[in-house]
């Protein structure tokens, strides 16, 4: 049997079934493949995983309010979701959806193990309940008059009834080692300190079934009872790799869950110990992302944004959205959303920066060299600004700093840019010094092709488009072969603007 190689296994949060994508949703998404693009530039096979997050009472209310049956609802809101990721060049390798047969496998298998090894019990659950967060609350978790801070509109109702429990408060000392043993686990690391202080305060158990809530999955062997949608739907990343099958163990454990703040306690927490309890291993890394703000506010449904993620597609197309969210909101914080900014980038970096240097280097060597990529000699200055900044760029990169990253290719441009002021080949072309000509432009396409590989998990359909224009195959670009040997006596092509300026900017 031959040895495989084994995948680097990525997945983003499951979004919840509940209404229209927006940015919100969107910058995760793009966020998580540009993280995925980048381990396959790296060479390396890559397993990337997002899905839909479909049962629970909110989304029977939704389907009931629409007069709709709530796989049908949910089949339609699943439809509009990758729509919007395949628009958005989001490259996933698999969507899983939590009303999939798959996942309802997975899911009993694992509560049925969790509690064969002791650590499930019946209990009597009593305390405040937030239809809106589908979550008990603690009394200091409400605001002053009662209510749930993030939905203050909604009921809070206080509810007693029959659940099954996992023993999570067991848990701690072990949760503890791990995050002692791994400090790396979850990063940002502020994000580390957080969850390592929330669980040395002392774990509660906590209730992990439902007797009133019959739009999920049957609790194991006990019908009157459905699994608690939060727990329920953090078993997506297990279900995705085929488990109970015994082949599950190609993927998992997985290497990095993607996720939003709101949610790093489950995965940090709650999960592993879930996994732990049931003899599984647990995950190897959670990254925790910001939030994209627009005038202050969160991109959300309940937040009441109003701006659509078609409206964020529309005004320079899906790759400079991407490239946009990524540059402008660090990857390891918050950021903020403006349309004005969106504009200002799109023409500096995009437009003018980017998309004029591939203009202008495919057309001096249309014009002085005949379409062929001249060969490659590789002691000019910006042969060695490359090799600085592709080291930065591959550390900014490995260590999740997307904005980082392409700030580092956009540097890149601007070398290339005042390379050709400096050598001025219409002058060399002018004097006949041939052999200056072609080692300029030979450093010249071996930096555009660089830059290429290095924006390829941000702007996917754009630099395909240019990989061609260098008469190369963009499932070929890796960072193993940025340099000239890629291009090297290729026949270049001269291609539209890839970033035209809108009517108003021109
Ligand atoms: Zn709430």
Same mark, same amino acid.
């Given at each position: 049997m031959t040895p495989t190689t084994r995948k680097f296994y990525v997945t983003t949060a499951i979004d919840y079934a509940n209404g229209e994508p927006h940015l919100g949703h969107a910058f995760e998404k793009i966020g998580a493949d540009c993280v995925a693009r980048y381990h396959r530039l790296r060479g390396e096979p890559v397993h990337f995983v997002i899905g839909m997050d479909e049962h629970g009472q909110k989304v029977a209310q939704?389907?009931?309010?629409?007069?709709?049956?709530?796989?049908? *609802?949910?089949?339609?809101?699943?439809?509009?979701?990758?729509?919007? /990721?395949?628009?958005?060049?989001?490259?996933?390798?698999?969507?899983?959806?939590?009303t999939e047969a798959r996942h309802a496998r997975a899911v009993q298998e694992l509560f049925r193990r969790i509690r064969e090894r002791g650590h499930i019990?019946?209990?009597?659950?009593?305390?405040?309940? +937030?239809?809106? +967060?589908? !979550?008990?609350?603690?009394?200091?978790?409400?605001?002053?008059?009662?209510? +749930?801070?993030?939905?203050?509109s909604r009921e809070i109702k206080w509810v007693e009834e029959p659940n099954f429990f996992f023993r999570l408060?067991?848990?701690?000392? *072990?949760?503890?080692?791990?995050?002692?043993?791994?400090?790396?686990?979850?990063?940002?690391?502020?994000?580390?300190?957080?969850?390592?202080?929330?669980?040395?305060?002392?774990?509660?158990?906590?209730?992990?079934?439902?007797?009133?809530?019959? *739009?999920?999955?049957?609790?194991?062997?006990?019908?009157?009872?459905t699994v608690y949608v939060w727990?329920?739907?953090?078993?997506?990343? &297990?279900?995705?790799?085929?488990?109970?099958?015994?082949?599950?163990?190609?993927? *998992?454990?997985?290497?990095?869950?993607?996720?939003?703040?709101?949610?790093?306690?489950?995965?940090? !927490?709650? /999960?592993?110990a879930m996994l732990e309890a049931a003899g599984l291993e647990p995950p190897r890394g959670v990254w925790c992302h910001g939030w994209v703000n627009l005038a202050g506010a969160r991109f959300s449904k309940s937040a009441g944004v109003h701006l659509t993620l078609r409206e964020a597609i529309d005004r320079h197309g899906p790759d400079a959205l991407r490239y946009f969210l990524l540059r402008e909101v660090p990857w390891d914080g918050d950021?903020?959303?403006?349309?004005?900014?969106?504009?200002?980038?799109?023409?500096?970096? &995009?437009?003018?920066?980017?998309?004029?240097l591939v203009s202008r280097v495919l057309a001096m060597i249309e014009r002085y060299l005949d379409g062929t990529v001249p060969p490659y000699a590789a002691d000019t200055d910006l042969d060695r600004a490359r090799t600085t900044t592709l080291e930065r760029y591959v550390a900014a990169m490995d260590g999740h700093l997307l904005?980082?990253?392409?700030?580092?290719?956009?540097? &890149?441009?601007?070398?290339?840019?005042?390379?050709?002021?400096a050598r001025a080949p219409w002058a060399l072309a002018k004097a006949g010094n041939r052999a200056a000509l072609a080692e300029t432009l030979g450093a010249l396409a071996a930096t555009l092709a660089a830059i290429t590989a290095m924006l390829t998990p941000f702007l996917p359909g754009k630099t395909a488009t240019v990989c061609r224009a260098l008469g190369r195959d963009a499932a070929d670009v890796s960072l193993v072969t940025t340099e000239m040997r890629g291009v090297s006596g290729n026949r270049v092509r001269k291609i539209p603007p890839l970033f035209p300026k809108p009517p108003a900017a021109a």
């Open positions: 939704a389907a009931e309010e629409a007069g709709a049956e709530p796989q049908a *609802w949910v089949d339609g809101i699943a439809e509009r979701f990758r729509v919007a /990721w395949d628009e958005l060049g989001i490259s996933h390798d698999d969507f899983i959806r939590t019990f019946e209990g009597v659950y009593s305390g405040y309940y +937030c239809v809106g +967060c589908e !979550a008990f609350k603690l009394e200091k978790d409400l605001d002053d008059q009662g209510r +749930c801070p993030i939905h203050p408060s067991a848990f701690g000392p *072990w949760l503890l080692e791990r995050y002692a043993a791994h400090p790396d686990f979850v990063r940002p690391a502020a994000k580390m300190n957080e969850i390592r202080n929330v669980v040395a305060d002392g774990l509660q158990d906590i209730s992990v079934s439902r007797a009133r809530v019959p *739009w999920g999955i049957p609790w194991p062997d006990d019908p009157d009872h727990f329920e739907a953090l078993t997506n990343y &297990l279900s995705a790799t085929g488990f109970p099958d015994a082949s599950y163990t190609e993927l *998992w454990p997985a290497d990095l869950h993607i996720i939003g703040p709101d949610i790093v306690r489950f995965h940090a !927490a709650l /999960w592993p950021g903020t959303f403006s349309l004005e900014r969106f504009d200002v980038r799109y023409t500096a970096d &995009l437009a003018d920066g980017y998309g004029n904005h980082d990253g392409a700030a580092r290719a956009l540097e &890149l441009v601007a070398d290339a840019n005042a390379f050709i002021e």
